[in-house]
């Protein structure tokens, strides 16, 4: 992650606002049909723990708080002691935006309440850009920090589709319009702060998909609007701004070529391909006119998760070097090793031997194997029988390309069947969200 770092205190230093953002907690998510309470309750002890250490003056939740739009109670529970431990370290604000997992008005519900503990939560986009900006004072009420909140914007908040027109350009003209959204807000942020007599930083928070932004396979991250156009261009971004805090990447990293626009990533690894992926969250110190300086601060592992690769031979050392040194740990088996084949070299699938070597290894032992993959087993029995692989391991649009080649539906028609049937998963996720 680019980053500058600073260190120890020094009185520039001390004088500087101090902030931690993170963002996509996903509470509520279960990996491989594994409940994960227990990581969310040691990050959330370690996130208190890290305020007060890091002496933070806001923390800055870039969305994604929950899973799903009807989070489990335990799930609230979480949610809301945490936020109330808050007030227990220096922490004085939080700042909170909505993420396209979470549902808006749920959030929103107590933000009244809320507003009484100092933590802000913006869920919708407003009628008017002022319900989308945050102002916060410091202990003798004068202004700190000027925020920009702008939650997760979904399509049918922004542009509706147009009579003959294709989703490709309905998806060009929502982005087109996330990006001026964003570019309002900011340019409102940076007019507020001219009208103050003493300067004070300016940020933006934001939940999108930008250009350039690096995901991993099987995080559960995807294109946010139907169309080609699925990203907007971080240069929206005013290079005045002293701090953009962005959610929905996964991976920690820095976007654009221009000022301190930054994704924090999630806490926790939101897919067994996350395996070994260091979690993040970022510290900035703000001080007006001074580049931001951001520090990027590890998150213990609470859950080891391990990928172990290789042939027969490569899995048993695997396994038993795991069992010796994570114990506890959750295993994803990938198996690289030739298929094994008939007496006239077609491959067969044979699971017996694989399966009777790892509960060999795993018996009695504090590991869970949560998925056993054999990708070159399944290329060759793809390429005999012509037949889908396991619909478990399949994405919708791949199953949908995978029948439309078995109709014999041709490659140009494909690929408009498939826009059509993007926008129609995104009108039911969008469906489901609105379900109370």
Not at 29 to 53: C, I, N, P, S
Not at 233 to 255: K, M, N
Request: glycine share 8%; hydrophobic share 40%.
């Amino acid at each position: 992650m680019d980053t500058t770092t600073f260190m120890g205190q020094d009185s520039a230093q001390e004088a500087a606002l101090r902030v931690l953002h993170t963002s996509d907690w996903h509470l509520g998510q279960m990996l491989a049909k594994q409940k994960r309470y227990h990581e969310f309750e040691a990050f959330f002890e370690w996130l208190l723990d890290t305020l007060r250490a890091e002496a933070i003056d806001v923390l800055l939740v870039a969305g994604d708080i929950f899973d799903n739009t009807t989070p489990s109670n335990r799930a609230q529970a979480l949610y809301y002691d945490f936020l109330r431990r808050v007030s227990t370290t220096p922490c004085r604000h939080v700042v909170i935006i909505a993420g396209n997992h979470d549902s808006p008005t749920f959030l929103e519900a107590p933000r009244q309440i809320l507003a009484l503990l100092d933590v802000h939560v913006i869920g919708t986009a407003g009628a008017r850009l002022e319900d989308e900006i945050v102002t916060l004072r410091d202990r003798n009420g004068e202004v700190e920090l000027i925020v920009g909140a702008v939650p997760y914007l979904r399509a049918r908040d922004l542009q509706d589709l147009q009579p003959g027109e294709n989703p490709d350009q309905h998806g060009q003209r929502v982005v087109e319009a996330v990006m001026q959204h964003h570019a309002a807000v900011g340019a409102l942020v940076l007019e507020q702060r001219r009208l103050l007599a003493t300067p004070v930083p300016a940020v933006l928070m934001g939940h999108l998909f930008t250009t350039g932004g690096q995901t991993t396979d099987g995080d559960g991250v995807r294109p946010l609007y139907v169309g080609n156009l699925a990203a907007v261009s971080p240069e929206v971004f005013a290079p005045e701004l002293d701090y953009v805090a962005l959610g929905h990447l996964h991976i920690p990293q820095r976007v654009g070529s221009g000022g301190a626009v930054h994704y924090s990533g999630s806490p926790l690894p939101m897919g067994l391909d996350e395996a070994g992926q260091e979690k993040r969250v970022c510290v900035v110190a703000l001080q007006p006119g001074v580049p931001a300086q951001v520090r990027s601060v590890p998150v213990p592992v609470t859950q080891p998760i391990l990928r172990i690769a290789g042939d027969l031979n490569d899995i048993t050392v695997g396994l038993d070097r795991a069992l010796r040194t994570h114990p506890g740990a959750w295993i994803d088996i990938l198996y690289e090793g030739e298929p094994a084949t008939d007496a006239e070299g077609v491959a067969v699938r044979r699971d017996g031997e694989l399966t009777a070597l790892i509960d060999q290894a795993t018996a009695g032992r504090d590991v869970r194997v949560l998925r056993v993959r054999q990708p070159r087993l399944e290329a060759a029995l793809w390429t005999q029988s012509q037949t889908a692989p396991s619909l478990a391991e399949m994405r919708e649009e791949e199953v949908f390309r995978w029948v439309m080649t078995e109709r014999g539906v041709g490659a140009d028609a494909q690929e408009a069947l498939l826009a059509t049937f993007a926008q129609a998963l995104q009108s039911m996720a969008e469906e489901d969200r609105r379900a109370e």
